[in-house]
């Protein structure tokens, strides 16, 4: 049974580089969350925030260093999950490591349960999500024992650069913008400075995740990320200066290069997919000047995947 999740996070992802657990207490990914899996027999990977046994649950954890725990608490609930065609079987209160939550347990599919838990405070929030067999109540009080174990290590500092997919053998202009990182985002700006939107200066943003069969090639990847970023921010391709396969970092990857408009400002556009066996990994980048368009190009000259 493949588990799918159309509900919850904008990807639930499935297991590579993994490791097998016992019944112990382990640190969550890209996370400052630790858990105690709700099996013995779990797998947990280096690079995405997942705790998984095939065919029986993936539990994603996906903390968001950002305030709005509020405002996103209401907009999970029953009426929401119904609107999208899901029925919900429990909507409740739950407190974790002295933070307090909502549980909220649905019919995904005919072959999936699912049950989202939130909680936060002013500072963060985290979403903690898991897909099992349908109707496995065993199972289901295995999960919520779980999450009750979870706690919160505030004064951790999360090794992004160990969660990263890949490296770079030589320092560049464009660093980790930590604070503003989460499991399925990743900043690169000018000297990692976090501004009020990093978006209006160069930047490198990455997403990564499990090759799970989603996409058939490097291009098929690439294509759908950036057609989903040229479409949001209404660019105009004024220019195609590549367009087609590259080798980077010793790898065939699929790239897209070309001049765009892009609020009447005109920028470079550098896309590139890579889908490696055991996962994919997508980069964005975005060039306001020539020196900028250097320094990217180092930046990908430059990388080694893991």
């Not at 001049?259 to 964005?284: H, S």
Request: proline share 3%; with cysteine; aromatic share 12%.
């Amino acid at each position: 049974m493949k588990l799918v999740t159309q509900y919850l996070l904008p990807a639930l992802f499935l297991l590579s580089a993994t490791q097998l657990l016992s019944q112990e207490r382990v640190n969550v990914s890209g996370t400052r969350i630790s858990i105690v899996p709700p099996t013995k027999d779990a797998r947990l990977s280096n690079h995405y925030s997942v705790i998984s046994v095939p065919d029986s649950y993936e539990l994603s954890v996906v903390e968001f260093p950002v305030s709005g725990f509020d405002t996103k608490i209401q907009e999970i609930d029953s009426s929401a999950y119904v609107k999208r065609g899901l029925e919900v079987t429990r909507e409740s209160k739950m407190t974790v490591d002295g933070y307090t939550g909502k549980l909220i347990r649905v019919r995904s599919n005919i072959n999936a349960d699912g049950v989202q838990f939130i909680f936060g405070d002013s500072t963060f929030y985290v979403m903690i999500s898991t897909l099992f067999t349908r109707g496995d109540e065993v199972l289901f009080k295995q999960i919520i024992d779980s999450y009750k174990s979870i706690r919160v290590n505030t004064s951790k500092k999360i090794n992004w650069n160990q969660f990263l997919v890949f490296e770079q053998k030589v320092p560049n202009k464009f660093k980790l913008v930590e604070e503003e990182c989460f499991p399925f985002k990743m900043i690169f700006s000018k000297e990692g400075t976090n501004k009020d939107s990093v978006f209006n200066d160069s930047y490198i943003w990455v997403q990564q995740f499990p090759n799970d069969g989603d996409f058939r090639n490097h291009q098929e990847l690439m294509t759908h990320f950036l057609m989903n970023y040229l479409t949001s921010s209404k660019a105009e391709i004024l220019n195609v200066i590549h367009d087609g396969k590259s080798i980077l970092a010793g790898v065939e990857v699929y790239q897209f290069i070309a001049e765009c408009k892009v609020r009447n400002l005109t920028i470079q556009v550098n896309a590139v997919g890579y889908l490696a066996p055991k996962y994919a990994v997508f980069f964005q980048c975005s060039a306001n000047d020539k020196e900028d368009v250097l320094e990217i190009e180092k930046f990908f000259k430059n990388l080694k995947f893991k």
